[in-house]
């Protein structure tokens, strides 16, 4: 079984940074980005006026954001009949988030476009070389909340592109159509099989949509998994291990990169000794 160096394994962080930033904002970002995060994990959905911006849910939760008066949102207003401009009025930042109590609040955040978070990475230090693991969010069979797959690719590519960031991104996504029409689009653009189910056939899955990475839910693989994985010449980065005895069995197992809301947790762990390692505690 093939066991990298602690020190290669690739540090991504959900959403940014979600246990100590509100997800999915520039702050989180930028946070991660300082902490040692290689990659920024993000979520994309597309407005009325078709902006793609980062955001994981389809509705904007009330148990997260304040609309433009600073009150709580009596409903779930969906992104997609929201225009960009309705979109930044709502506080996303104020609120805590009753899973992370270490999450720091960040009154006045608004949800990102993809367009300003690659304009913020071009500007900032740490941000130039970062790269991005960008997850579509589709809803097949609610054309009310997600545009079809191949519109939104072409948004996607076209922004991609424009910021010449193609050998810096992955385009990840549980829905093969949307991989499928990144593939017929922009073959250069490297794609990402999110998976959720339990004990699928994980390279068939990959092979069916051409990705060359597979992102599994952690508890569902095994080390004999990622070595078949690996031995069909994909790379493994699973979802979304937060805790030390998670973090040393993605180890064990072999994984190339690990997704997690505590990217600065995550490099401090890897960068410990064995000892140190094997005595952290969540």
């Not at 009596?74 to 225009?83: F, I, K, Q």
């Not at 104020?94 to 720091?104: D, G, I, K, S, Y």
């Not at 990705?211 to 080390?223: E, K, L, M």
Request: net charge negative.
């Amino acid at each position: 079984m093939h066991t990298p160096s602690p020190l290669t394994v690739e540090i991504q962080g959900h959403r940014g940074a979600r246990a100590l930033r509100p997800e999915n904002t520039l702050d989180a970002f930028a946070y991660a980005a300082e902490v040692g995060a290689d990659v920024l994990e993000m979520d994309l959905l597309m407005t009325a006026d078709d902006h793609i911006v980062v955001a994981h849910d389809p509705t904007l939760s009330p148990a997260r954001c304040l609309d433009a008066l600073g009150r709580r949102l009596s409903h779930a207003p969906a992104l997609r009949a929201l225009t960009l401009a309705q979109l930044k009025g709502y506080d996303c930042g104020a609120l805590p988030h009753p899973r992370f109590p270490r999450q720091e609040a960040r009154p006045g955040a608004r949800v990102p476009t993809l367009d300003e978070v690659f304009r913020w990475a071009a500007s900032h230090p740490q941000g130039r070389a970062i790269r991005f693991n960008l997850e579509v969010k589709l809803i097949p069979g609610r054309p009310d909340l997600t545009p079809p797959p191949a519109d939104f690719a072409r948004g996607l590519i076209a922004l991609i592109r424009a910021h010449e960031v193609t050998a810096r991104v992955n385009v990840q996504c549980f829905d093969g159509a949307l991989l499928h029409a990144m593939a017929a689009q922009a073959p250069e653009i490297t794609r990402a099989l999110l998976i959720a189910e339990n004990r699928i056939d994980h390279v068939a899955a990959a092979a069916a949509v051409g990705a060359r990475i597979i992102s599994p839910h952690h508890h569902w693989i095994t080390a004999e998994d990622v070595a078949r994985m690996h031995a069909a010449g994909l790379r493994v980065i699973p979802w979304t291990l937060n805790a030390p005895e998670d973090w040393r069995r993605a180890l064990e197992m072999g994984v190339d990169g690990i997704i997690t809301d505590d990217p600065a947790g995550l490099r401090a762990f890897l960068r410990a000794s064995p000892q140190e390692r094997e005595a952290a505690q969540p």
